[in-house]
């Protein structure tokens, strides 16, 4: 561990800091309708889209109405995307000839471009056309970040209105979340990327020689405008297989940095919104506090276990000066292939830039747990941010029977139906993750696709799932994911981990809407001080831990402690 790499891990939680306030009062300006700088350009754009669709921009809509939208958007375009996949080799923009994608492929991949997962059981060079990537995944990845944002901004309102029967619009959020805010953003990020090196072209695939005169084949495409969206967007999926580790698609120390500036951006900027929404902003700051202290934990236990390297080496004379370097680009190093691992599974982006699979065991073991926690520290883009206020309605819930009082949260009393709906989203996950897992480690085809034998093996299955119900989409590397069993069930935990969450979270939202705003009292529990950023905190490890802990017994914990035992698995 060094001081340059301190350095520059202090220099991104700064720029986050940074940006928060400044993109979060933007976010609240174009989603309450007002004026922007962009707006006289926009807005006429914008009008045209409600006239296109129908839609009245000054109507707003019921929590199941608007629950009703957003499953039928999604579900439209589940099949659009099907649909574009599997008649790939009938349609343009397909230079090397590639087949269309086989059914079970098409439908995992589907599923997870619509689900803001990115799950991606092949390899995107060989596997997808340029009309695929474009037209298909990368307007997926605009989209579903939109949906999330829209969700997000739904429970807000729910936080913030008082007596009310409506919750927002989404035609309307999903339109501004596009038009207005991952549009300019990933048009100005391309642009950078292009700058750094990264190609944007049709070009048909590059054969060069290399110096020992065997020919390579070397991929071309619209790689920028698909490498700003996934980022900002936290999707993750990769125009080429090894994602971010790609020269291609990660060129520079300048744009690795850039990259995970932007996995964070809007998720911080969220919360600095949710503040200004209920009308206190230290509301927001104790909701990104909670996110930072989580954050900071996990940088510091991965970094420490990577730059320790493998004890197993120690009395082989080798030098593991730069720590445990197998899986990482050397142009990277362990500080930022460590801060670049634990960033990606705290915002639900699943972009790598090193191999999991080969981190050592509570190297790996953050990124998981990351996941496992629901994807709230920072999360996803509008899912991080709902997925953390379900938990602070936990915490006050708990809080409230520490003392024997109804709980509150920023001046909504929390009563059954909340709570009721709460549980029922958290439950969802975990439920995918643990019942698939059990299942894929006593089948046939479930063990045929494992590469490890032992506690690393387990770890890959169970790493798989959750990144699936999480709506992470990395994977370990060391998995098969490839067929039948696989391509279907990790469709399914992707498609419950994002909407049994979303539907129930909306059914809160409403019912939180419509009750009055109660003052506070000298009974009221404080949430905008350390207190309940810890209890926050503490609640999210014991309920993550109760549920997880015998599982990651099983994979990291036992994988770790035979390593320091110099056994080998």
Known sequence: MTLIGWIQIALFCAIIIAVTRPLGGYMTRIFAGERT???PVL????????????????????????????LLFNLAGVAFLYAVLRFQDLLPLNPQGLPAVAPELAFNTAISFVTNTNWQSYGGETTMSYLSQMTGLTVQNFLSAATGIALALALVRGFARRSARTIGNFWVDMTRATLYLLLPISILAALFFVWQGVPQNFDAYAMATTVEGAKQTIAQGPVASQLAIKMLGTNGGGFFNANSAHPYENPTALSNFVQMVMIFAIGAGLTNLFGRAV???????????AMGVL???????????EAGGNPLFAGFHIDQTLG??????????????????????????GAVNAMHDSFMPLGGMVPMVNMLLGEIIVGGVGAGLYGMLLMAVITLFVAGLMVGRTPEYVGKKLEAREIKMTVLAILAMPAMILAFTAVALVIPDGLSGIQDAGPHGFSEVFYAYSSAAANNGSAFAGLTASNV???VTLGIAMFVGRFLIIVPMLAAAGSLAAKKLVPPSAGSFPTTGLLFVGLLVGVILIVG??????????????????LTAAVQP
């Open 37 to 39: 700088l962009l707006y």
């Open 43 to 70: 807005r006429p754009v914008e009008a045209g889209f409600y006239k296109l669709a129908g839609v009245d921009d000054r109507t707003e809509q019921h929590w199941l109405t608007y629950a009703v939208a957003m």
């Open 279 to 289: 009308g206190n902003e230290k509301q927001g700051w104790a909701i990104l506090g």
């Open 295 to 305: 954050f900071l934990a996990g940088v510091t236990v991965t970094w420490w276990a």
């Open 324 to 349: 445990n370097m197998e899986g990482k680009e050397v142009r990277f190093g362990t500080a930022m292939s460590a801060l670049f691992a634990v960033i990606t599974t705290a915002a639900s982006c």
């Open 485 to 487: 069993w696989y391509t």
């Open 545 to 562: 831990g109760l549920t997880y802990f015998p599982a990651l017994s099983l994979g990291p914990v036992v994988e770790h402690l035979m």
